[in-house]
C-alpha cells in the first residue's frame, strides 16, 4: 500500500459497503440511517482522530474525545440539527457506541 486512505475516501468507502451489506444483514436495515450513523461519526473522528482497535493507549481516551468532539460540532449546529445528529441519531449514544439497535450494530460492523 502506497498511502493511507484520506477522510474523503474513507467515509465514501464505508457508506458504499454500508449499501453493499445490507442485502446480507440479518435484519431488515434502514440503510440511510446506517449512512448517517456513519457520516456523523468519521466527522467527530476529524476532530478526534482515529483509534485502531488495537491502539491499548488510545482506546482508554476514545471516549473522552469522541464526546469532546461530538459537542464542539454540535456547538457550530443549530439546535435542531445538534440535537439529531449527535443526540438523538440513535437511541442509545450519539456515535453508535452502545451498540443497542440494529442500526447502530450494522453501521459499527461496516465501520470495521
Avoid at 476532530?47 to 491499548?56: E, R
Wanted: aromatic share 14%.
Amino acid at each position: 500500500m502506497s498511502r493511507l486512505e484520506n477522510d474523503a475516501e474513507h467515509s465514501w468507502h464505508i457508506a458504499i459497503m454500508a449499501l453493499f451489506f445490507k442485502d446480507f444483514a440479518i435484519e431488515k436495515v434502514d440503510v440511510n440511517h446506517a449512512v448517517e450513523l456513519l457520516l456523523m461519526h468519521d466527522l467527530v473522528e476529524i476532530y478526534a482522530g482515529d483509534t485502531f482497535a488495537y491502539d491499548v493507549e488510545g482506546n482508554k481516551t476514545k471516549k473522552d474525545r469522541e464526546d469532546a468532539a461530538a459537542k464542539k460540532l454540535a456547538s457550530l449546529l443549530p439546535k435542531e440539527y445538534a440535537s439529531y445528529y449527535f443526540l438523538n441519531l440513535c437511541e442509545s449514544s450519539p456515535l453508535f457506541r452502545d451498540l443497542f439497535c440494529f442500526q447502530c450494530s450494522f453501521a459499527h460492523e461496516a465501520a470495521f
